[in-house]
């Protein structure tokens, strides 16, 4: 059991968090046709973007209610409706994702309220669905706000699928994608989850929209993504498998909205974690009847139960164990920090733990039931500041991009991961999960130590 | 933040956009307010940041949620010869409690932390939107603070929702003016003391131009703010001129500098042959010494001799290539004159954060089938682009990806750039990026069709 500690400083010294509402606006973005719009304001959403710009290296689009010092004291409606009236005129989006800042929930408007007489006085927005999600700044991390948008949007309703709509017979998973989850990550998931016949319906799907990809016109929203026709299917799902411990609250919302069963896969990263994966899969698209499952007993069942591993990540797992073989050199007894958000500080940790690494420290952003169960004695909720006292004598640290240098400084090998990562190239694509991403973990990781002479 | 001190700075008589212009245009661009969902700029607190985080010894506290300073600390792309204490984050990283109850006193135990841990010779202390909306009285924090600490501890009054990153730098401004010019003495003074203001030392800028000054004789006594320590601010009212670099940004600094300490500003550009030579000349003349201006037509005969040289292979590569240029204020002559130095045209430029005087200018260089962009969101820009038949886009970073998924040459030219551009030296650099934009060999690979989509189908 781990002890959480959180630093009783007044003062965040190179803070390790982003804001909530970075976090939101990033979960928006992986739905297609859609806006973010920040209340708050303008520089609230110039510096997300700048941020959001800089680590996947595309354009973001990013919109704010630009509240001043008057219209804040006013109240934001006016702001709210005049900055949905210009989007749709401008970029006629099919999604906007309303979020809220610190300044506009300080001021205390009330959201609901607001929506509620603007869609009164214009029925022309009806058939534009609205994701409200509200993300004070100084409530949580990015991981937070990435979370509570992601439960917006489950809980948003879409409106009936059209009935001349072909549903495919493929049996369709919802597949709640965590801020643990880069692009990359997200496009291994899909293409793992379609690899068992199965259709998988992906909240958010980041790989459709700042994966990085040539388009043939500019886009003025989002290129790709999860689409508003597919998030009216959600109802169909046999199954939800949320990944990351943060999306527990929206596989909760679907279950009871629509009945959907759900298994948290805290992690997706090391053998066992993605052997858990492909199991679960494999349980879901062999379960033939219609209705819903309960993998848990699976064995006492009366359906006919085959399980099939799609041959490739048979392959892939033999892989992936021989590169644990030749990796385990390099990491064996290697001595880790990490400061990551609570998710990715799960999956990475205990990655490194059952390579034979020993965690040095572990520095996070925000509250998670997964911090008690780290592979460490102590956590501290805290900031790059934090990291710095307590890595001195590790072999690697891995955090952002904002760790270079303390890094540096502490002559400690620095791993990329996070937001934002402003120095390496091919954010959009990387990917660290499932075999064949932790291969390349594992690789990456063991060439660091082999450059240094390890 | 008083309400008068934001209308004067709005008004800054310094600042062309408020005169010339009789009643109906008066304060046009200063004043406009953001348009909810157009939008895309900075706010006050961006503005302010950029004005002053530059200076390097300094820590730089930021008052507020996390996102204000979360989000952004460390990615301000001035340079440093020295200390490095302003690319660290400080911020209060206020919580719900602080909002209810009020964050004066996590402020003060902040500040007290900083300076107990990183010991800098003064602290800036950044109000923010919800600390400003909850009332915490940043100015009495600060003050006691000086006094329990004896550190200068300045209060920088620039929340977010004040305005524009425009008003943020003259605010950051008014901060220097109130707490820190004229606080302390240079160990000595000569007639050639000039102070730089609004230059920031983006990748290392700075560092091209202050040989060619010191070579000619002209001492930098305080650089405002690019590679600034505190304490050289503190004198910079013991100069005898003051050079406005490419910037209105801190029109008021000059303005205010002449009627309280008697020294005259000029407003000059770094960018290009012209506006170089022409930069020496004007401070040489101010400075009224005969030798000194001999000595800078002797060095502006040798770069540009040298440039000559330099820049030829450049100038026939070069020649005749078409940019649409869509930057603010200054610089959208500014870089149309260096372009222009190196045989390129200027299809398009921006005017939207341009004064008179920079558009009467413009209007000049541009000829008569120039456009000049009075807006330009992506799509216009892109539609400009295509109209005038221009080979690329010189631009802010945020305008990046707009030409690079357009499949169109870019070159960064904001705050963001990476490369130093200005000086002599300078527009060899801009040369060669033009160069390498223009010519690189991808442009064919992005802009080529796959095999499958040239069937017709």
Redesign the interface.
């Known amino acids: 059991m781990t002890t959480i500690t959180r630093n009783k ?7 390790l ?3 909530p ?2 976090g939101a606006a990033l979960a928006f973005l992986g739905l297609k046709g859609i806006i973010p ?1 920040f209340h ?12 959001l ?2 680590h996947f ?3 973001i689009p990013l ?7 008057v219209t ?1 004291i006013l109240g934001g409606e006016e ?2 409706e ?6 749709v005129e ?1 970029a006629q989006p099919d999604l906007i994702g309303l979020l809220t ?3 506009t929930e ?2 205390g408007d009330d959201m609901h309220g607001i929506l509620k007489s603007i869609r009164q006085r214009h029925p022309e927005l009806d058939s534009l669905p609205i994701i409200f999600v509200s993300t ?4 949580g ?1 990015l991981q937070d706000g990435f979370a509570a948008a992601v439960q917006s949007i489950v809980t948003t309703d879409y409106g009936q699928p059209l009935e001349t709509q072909n549903f495919a017979s493929q049996q369709q998973v919802t597949i709640l994608a965590g801020s643990l989850l880069a692009p990359g990550d997200v496009e291994e998931i899909q293409e793992i989850v379609e690899a068992f016949g199965l259709k998988p319906l992906i909240i958010p799907d980041l790989s459709g929209s700042v994966d990085g990809h ?2 043939d016109d ?3 929203k989002t290129p790709g993504g999860t689409s508003p026709s597919q998030l009216q299917q959600l109802e169909r799902s046999l199954f939800t498998i949320a990944i990351g411990e943060s999306m527990r609250p929206a596989a909760e919302i679907l279950q009871q909205k629509f009945g959907t069963n759900y298994e948290i896969l805290p992690r997706l990263a090391g053998l066992a974690a993605v052997d858990k994966f492909l199991w679960l899969l494999a349980q879901i698209a062999s379960y033939k009847n219609s209705g819903f499952l309960e993998p848990r007993q699976s064995r006492n069942c009366d359906w006919q139960f085959n399980p099939q591993i799609p041959s490739k990540y048979q392959r892939q797992r033999r892989q992936l164990q021989d590169a644990i073989l030749d990796t385990h050199f390099y990491l064996g007894g290697k001595k880790v920090s990490l400061a990551l958000e609570p998710d990715l500080l799960y999956q990475t940790s205990w990655l490194l733990k059952e390579m034979g690494a020993e965690i040095q420290a572990a520095v996070t952003t925000t509250k998670s039931p997964l911090l008690k169960e780290l592979p460490i004695e102590r956590v501290t909720i805290g900031d790059l500041e934090d990291l710095e006292n307590l890595a001195e004598g590790s072999d690697l640290i891995i955090t952002n991009s ?1 760790g270079k ?1 303390l890094a540096e400084k502490l002559n400690i090998p620095l791993y990329r991961m996070g937001y934002p990562i ?1 120095d390496r190239l091919g954010n959009g694509s990387r990917c660290l999960v499932g075999y064949r991403g932790t291969m390349q973990f594992l690789f990456d990781l063991g060439n660091i130590f082999i450059e240094l002479g390890h | 933040m008083t309400k008068p001190k934001i209308a004067d700075l709005l008004n800054e008589p310094g600042c062309e956009h408020n005169h010339k212009k009789g009643q109906q245009g008066k304060n046009k661009a200063c004043t406009q307010q953001a348009k909810p969902g157009a939008a895309q700029g900075g706010c006050a607190f961006d503005g302010a940041s950029i004005a002053l985080v530059p200076i390097t010894d300094a820590a730089h506290l930021v008052h507020g949620p996390i996102a204000c300073a979360g989000n952004s600390w460390g990615s301000r792309g001035s340079l440093s010869s020295g200390a490095t204490t302003y690319k660290m984050g400080f911020t209060t990283d206020i919580s719900e409690n602080d909002i209810i109850f009020g964050g004066e006193k996590r402020l003060y135990k902040a500040i007290a932390q900083v300076i107990n841990r990183y010991h800098p010779p003064a602290v800036f202390v950044y109000s923010t939107c919800v600390t400003a909306l909850i009332g915490d009285d940043l100015d009495a924090v600060c003050e006691a603070a000086t006094n329990k600490f004896a550190t200068p501890i300045i209060p920088v009054n620039s929340p977010g929702f004040v305005g524009s990153k425009n008003l943020g730098n003259r605010l950051a401004g008014e901060s220097l003016l109130d707490y820190v010019v004229g606080t302390a003495e240079p160990e000595y003074t000569t007639p050639y003391d000039i102070n730089l203001i609004g230059e920031y030392n983006i990748a290392g800028e700075l560092w091209g131009v202050l040989p060619l000054l010191e070579k000619v004789g002209i001492r930098v006594l305080s650089k405002i703010t690019g590679d600034a320590t505190f304490e050289e601010i503190r004198y910079a009212h013991r100069a005898q001129l003051n050079v406005m670099i490419c910037s209105k940004a801190l029109i008021n600094m000059g303005r205010k500098m002449e009627e309280s300490y008697g020294i005259p500003y000029i407003e000059e550009s770094f960018y290009g042959i012209e506006d170089m030579n022409r930069c020496l000349r004007n401070i040489a003349q101010k400075l009224a010494d005969v030798e000194l201006q001999q000595r800078v037509e002797t060095v502006i005969a040798e770069e540009t001799a040298k440039l000559d040289v330099a820049l030829a292979p450049y100038r026939a590569r070069l020649k005749g290539k078409r940019m649409v240029l869509y930057t603010g204020g200054v610089k959208s002559w500014s870089i149309m004159s260096a372009a222009q130095d190196l045989g390129m045209e200027v299809t398009a430029t921006s005017t939207k954060k341009s004064t008179e005087e920079d558009k009467a200018k413009i209007k000049q260089l541009l000829g008569k089938d120039g456009i000049a962009l009075s807006k330009g969101n992506a799509q216009e820009l892109l539609r400009v682009i295509a109209k005038t038949k221009a080979d690329m886009l010189v631009a802010g970073g945020r305008n990046q990806y707009t030409a690079l998924k357009a499949r169109i040459p870019f070159l960064d030219i904001n705050q963001e750039r990476h490369k130093p551009y200005a000086g002599y030296e300078g527009l060899i650099e801009m040369a060669k990026e033009f160069d390498r934009a223009l010519h690189s060999p991808i442009w064919q690979q992005v802009r080529q069709p796959a095999p499958w989509e040239l069937v017709s189908g």
């Open positions: 400083k007044s003062v965040a010294v190179n803070p968090k982003q804001s509402p970075l719009l708050g304001s303008q520089g609230c959403t110039a510096f997300a973007k700048v941020l710009v800089r290296r595309e354009a919109a704010t209610t630009a509240m001043t010092e804040t702001n709210i005049q900055a949905i009236l210009t989007l401008k800042t610190g300044l300080t001021r004070p700044d100084y409530k991390a040539l388009d500019y886009n003025s904002q240098s402003y």
